[in-house]
């Protein structure tokens, strides 16, 4: 079965703040995706990166980067000089094949508070 | 702007009301989803359709019955549902191996 642990439920920093979300997973598949999707109140949910299990690469997009590494089954987040704007829950989630389709286990989100 | 657009934003409905969300979406995507999620909790998986046929129900009850009466498009038909079923019901769509889009999703209250 699969499984995605983000262990910090709630993270409240100040703007301009670097803040790293954590994320661990599991599964038994050799190929697999991890993804980052963020929520925003008004509920919806926006992809930030997906990453397949073969490419351990660092990414860096803006002052979002994030850290793959298979060794340790995490796929952490990190926001750089953080802004209000980045206040949301942000999820962490693996794919699954389905029936020809691809599913998602979420973790359970972390919500990010980004005071003025 | 988000490419799967989901109708109603906001939907009240009594027991007894049968009512439904629809869900559209014209990038060419063969694969759509139906997920649910309740306050401060992940989406969870409902209904995933492949190709216009239904390839997964996560043991949905039968007052939740999806739809998918094209490749553009996604309904969810609701019946007699309970209180407990208020969430927000999210659509999305996908290629295969590729990402998840999600609608802005329906906030059904159930009262």
């Known amino acids: 079965a699969q499984k995605v642990t983000q262990a910090q439920t709630e993270i409240s920093v100040v703007e301009k703040e670097d803040v790293t979300l954590d994320c661990v997973y599991e599964?038994?598949?050799?190929?697999?995706?991890l993804f980052w999707y963020k929520q925003p109140p008004s509920g919806e949910l926006v992809f930030l990166i997906r990453?397949?299990?073969?490419?351990?690469q660092n990414e860096i997009s803006g002052r979002y980067s994030w850290n793959f590494q298979k060794s340790t089954s995490s796929f952490n987040f990190t926001i750089t000089a953080s802004q209000v704007v980045d206040s949301a829950v942000y999820f962490c989630?693996?794919?699954?094949?389905?029936?020809?389709?691809?599913?998602?286990?979420f973790g359970k989100g972390t919500h990010l508070i980004i005071q003025p | 702007d988000t490419e799967v657009t989901q109708t109603p934003k906001h939907l009240v409905m009594g027991m007894t009301n049968k009512k439904s969300l629809k869900c559209e979406q014209h990038?060419?995507?063969?694969?759509m989803y139906w997920y649910k999620q309740k306050a401060k909790k992940p989406p969870e998986l409902m209904f995933v359709?492949?190709?216009?046929?239904?390839?997964i129900n996560e043991s949905v009850p039968s007052r939740f019955s999806p739809e998918c009466p094209n490749s553009s498009l996604l309904n969810l038909h609701l019946h007699a549902l309970q209180p407990e079923d208020s969430a927000l019901y999210l659509c999305?769509?996908?290629?295969?191996?590729?990402?998840?889009?999600f609608g802005n999703g329906t906030r059904l209250t159930v009262t």
């Open positions: 999305a769509s996908s290629l295969q191996n590729s990402p998840l889009h």
């Open positions: 599964t038994r598949d050799t190929t697999y995706y």
């Open positions: 990453r397949n299990s073969f490419d351990e």
């Open positions: 989630a693996l794919s699954e094949p389905l029936g020809g389709a691809d599913g998602l286990t």
């Open positions: 990038m060419g995507h063969r694969a």
């Open positions: 359709y492949s190709y216009e046929k239904l390839s």
